[in-house]
Nanobody, 116 residues
Framework: QVQLVESGGGSAQAGGSLRLSCSASRDIFGINAMGWYRQAPGKQRELVARIIRGGDTNYVDSVKGRFTISRDNAKNTVYLQMDSLKPEDTAVYYC??????????WGQGTQVTVSS
């Protein structure tokens, strides 16, 4: 069973930066996309950023220009560089890897807290 291990969460001041990492416990065949989602208290989980096999990326409007998603295919790792953090970025962040026809792997979540 593949496990995704996230790291890099924590606390930051508004305007600060954090970098999240998510690595798979073993090689994953046929990765189609890698992404980051977040869920704030009382809200639904939302897509933050996603990168597909060809390298195209998409972001939720609220993080465009501030967050950058990247990957290391050789390491089955996806990153999320978060700059100019805002209190509204506070949430639990989850990584997701989509592979094959319908295999979706989720990380356990990492808390990001931004104070004003």
């Amino acid at each position: 069973q593949v496990q995704l291990v996230e790291s890099g969460g924590g606390s930051a001041q508004a305007g600060g930066s954090l970098r999240l990492s998510c690595s798979a416990s073993r090689d994953i065949f046929g990765i189609n996309a890698m992404g980051w989602y977040r869920q704030a208290p009382g809200k639904q989980r939302e897509l933050v950023a996603r990168i597909i096999r060809g390298g195209d990326t998409n972001y939720v409007d609220s993080v465009k220009g501030r967050f950058t998603i990247s990957r290391d295919n050789a390491k089955n790792t996806v990153y999320l560089q978060m700059d100019s953090l805002k209190p509204e970025d506070t949430a639990v962040y989850y990584c997701k890897i989509e592979a094959g026809w319908s295999n979706n792997y989720w990380g356990q979540g990492t808390q990001v807290t931004v104070s004003s």
